[in-house]
């Protein structure tokens, strides 16, 4: 699992960082079915604090996360492949929040982490911003990576209802379209999620 390392929200002067029910209810359910989870930031050590406590809606779960979170010390992105990001793990998951929109956008070894990923074949999940680490991200054929494949993620009018467009460094609906991808919403602040081959 890879979250982001990014705490500031643009200009605006507050605090941004991951969302924690996106974190805490995969890690929980994969950890429970037995999984040996590896977490990850572009600069390790710490991840920013939960996004939801700056706006005052702790998740239920928030408690439990932060009495055993695995997060405390997160190694950094190149440590945590070890050098070797399409082998040595098998499947990777992005975590929402804001702070995606700024590290993981940019990051080159996440970059490196989802382009290893696709050339094996291996399972690339992102909820919510997260989606924002394709931004750069190519397939071997040099084109973007999402380029005729279905994504999804936080719509632009979702962006708007939290009053964030003029915020955040890109919209993400706008960047999945651009580069190529099939995009698909629901209602706003529905769920939607699918696979989708990534060979």
Not at 8 to 13: E, I, M, V
Not at 100 to 121: G, H, K
Not at 149 to 175: A, C, H, I, K, Y
Request: hydrophobic share 35%.
């Amino acid at each position: 699992m890879v979250l982001t390392s990014h705490d500031r929200l643009g200009d605006t002067g507050e605090k941004t960082g991951f969302w924690l029910e996106e974190f805490a209810a995969p890690y929980y359910v994969l950890r429970d079915a037995g999984a040996d989870i590896t977490l990850a930031s572009p600069k390790g050590g710490q991840p920013p604090g939960p996004e939801e406590r700056r706006q005052g809606r702790a998740d239920p779960g928030d408690r439990a996360v932060q009495g055993r979170r695995r997060s405390a010390e997160s190694p950094g992105l190149h440590h945590a492949a070890g050098g070797d990001p399409g082998r040595r793990l098998r499947r990777v998951f992005f975590p929402g929040g804001h702070g995606p929109m700024w590290d993981l956008a940019e990051s080159a070894e996440a970059r490196r982490l989802v382009e290893a990923f696709a050339a094996n074949d291996r399972p690339i999940a992102a909820v919510c911003h997260a989606p924002a680490v394709f931004r750069r991200t190519v397939a071997a054929n040099g084109e973007p990576l999402v380029s005729g494949r279905r994504v999804t993620g936080f719509t632009n009018s979702e962006e708007d209802g939290v009053g964030l467009s003029q915020v955040v460094p890109f919209l993400l609906e706008d960047m999945l379209k651009a580069n190529g991808g099939l995009y698909e919403k629901g209602p706003d602040q529905a769920p939607t999620s699918f696979g989708t081959e990534t060979s």
